[in-house]
């Protein structure tokens, strides 16, 4: 009884092996397929770059009813109504708000806080910023800082008209408020804030008749 | 071998004295940062640039007061609560137009004059050696009154660098509501035998 062993060795050739990868398989195909997908790649970030880049996605699209508080880095807001308010120095765009200064211990300059509160007026896109504000228990008198942990309550947020807009023109107007940040003096010794692009909340509000004129 | 033992030991050294020295190296706020004097209610405080005693504290929740066009106004409802710090300060040596106040609490909470009245002591011009008494105004929350302090610093030109400061405590001073508006008045110079802030 003799055992016959038979190793049977099954040659495969290598265009039969199942073809997992899609890159060819010859080599110079290979780099001319990296290359040409890498120069597209370049070629559609050079012009996304050229147009301006990309967006970033607005956190908060649609805009809130009044009554609604807005807050950024630094202040919250509650817008409640806007009107526009003639006077002799002519008309202004007013808004009644609270407003209290959230995220410093120390004050604030107006200035700085209000490049944060952005009106936004009509389809043409006009904006305005750093609104003059008094308050309530004090109507004569410019606030011109914001101490630290004091909500206001019926603070007057004013605008001055810009001079292409007049008062029938609009309907409604929008508030956003938009982000801030912090940057330190050179000397360290003190910082200050200013606005960025971001919008971290927007308040339409129509224009009532409260104006008197 | 010995010099190498020797060569490696002095780099030993050299690494732990860089790192003590650094310790004494200054950041930039402490470079620049005001000099501070400190002192408490009732006794003069004295900087190089000036002297500043507080006589007392009133707090209330409304203000007599006139605006910064001089027409009188109130009594204007506090945000919380008023705070009338009563002082006297004289200048040393030169004539002090910027000198901001501030109120300090123990958290690094800090309350500024607001800047709705023209008779709050940080608004007098001072001439050098002639006292003047009158009152600092704050606007606080009174849940935020937690061992304040009256910070003054002369800062000429709106430069704090190095400025002199004076910093006085006003604790214990129980902060307790006024029913009657307290009165701010215009600040006053003050000659005479009495004073002792001006040494």
Redo the contacts between chains.
Sequence with gaps: MALELRLVVHHVRAADIARRSFLPVDPLARFALVSVVGAAGAIVTLIVAAFGGLDRADSQTSPEPPGTELENELFAVTPYEAWVETGDDGARLQVRADIELRAS???VPMFEVGSGLVLLLGPSGTSTDRPDVS?E??P??L???L??????ENAVLSWEMPEDITASDLGEVDLAVHGMQELGTR???GSFWISSDDVAGTVTLPLNERGRS | MSRSLTAGLLCVLLVVGIAVLQHFTLDKKSLFAPVTTTGSVGEPVVTDDFSLEVVDLEVGSALEATDILGDPIGPVEANGVWVLVRARITAAHTTMTNFPAELRMKDGTTYDVPGWFSDSLDRATLSPGLPQEGAFLFEVPLDRIDEPALVVTHAPDFNRYLGAQASVALDPVEPRPLDDPLVLLPPEVRTGKDNDASE
């Design positions: 211990d120390v004050s308050f228990r004090m004569e008198s606030v011109a800082s101490q630290p942990h004091m909500a206001e000397d360290g010794l």
